[in-house]
C-alpha cells in the first residue's frame, strides 16, 4: 500500500507507539523522513535511529527515548501542515509551541529544522509539525 503523505505516516507510528509504551518503531524510509528524524535525534526526543533492511521495503528503526520514571521524551504530536492545505509563515511569524516547551518542525528553502533555528537564520517556510 503507498502512503500518500509521509509525514503524517510518521507521526502517526511514533504517536502510537508511544501510547503503548514500544521501545522502537519502524518509519518508511525517504529523505524527507531522514531529516525530520535527525532534527528530532538533535532536540532528544528520539534516542536513536537507524537505516533497516532486514524488511522487504527499506525502513528506519526509531528508538523511542523514554526516562527513569517510564515517562516519555514526546509527550505530543500534531501535524499542522497538509498535504491539501499547506501553512506558511514569513520569518516573523514562526509560532513557539506551549510557550517554548514544545518545538515547531519547520521546512524552509535551508533545509528541514526547528522553528528556532529558522528564527536564527530569519528564514521562514512550511511549518510541517509540532512535538512537545
Do not use: C
Not at 532536540?43 to 526509531?62: A, L, Q, V
Not at 515517562?71 to 517554548?100: M, N, Q, W
Amino acid at each position: 500500500m503507498t502512503v500518500q503523505d509521509q509525514i503524517s505516516d510518521m507521526i502517526t507510528r511514533i504517536r502510537n507507539s508511544v501510547l503503548v509504551k514500544h521501545s522502537t518503531v519502524a518509519v518508511n524510509k525517504s529523505k524527507v523522513n531522514n531529516k525530520i528524524l535527525e532534527v528530532l535525534s538533535n532536540e532528544g526526543f528520539i534516542s536513536e535511529f537507524e537505516e533497516d533492511i532486514s524488511e522487504k521495503t527499506p525502513n528506519y528503526s526509531i528508538k523511542l527515548k523514554y526516562y527513569d520514571d517510564g515517562s516519555s521524551a514526546i509527550t505530543g504530536l500534531k501535524r499542522v501542515s497538509k498535504p491539501g492545505l499547506k501553512i506558511y509563515v514569513k520569518k516573523d511569524e514562526i509560532p513557539s509551541y506551549f510557550s517554548g516547551m514544545g518545538v515547531a518542525i519547520v521546512s524552509t528553502s535551508k533545509g528541514i529544522m526547528t522553528g528556532l533555528e529558522a528564527k536564527k537564520l530569519s528564514l521562514g517556510g512550511e511549518v510541517l509539525f509540532y512535538i512537545w
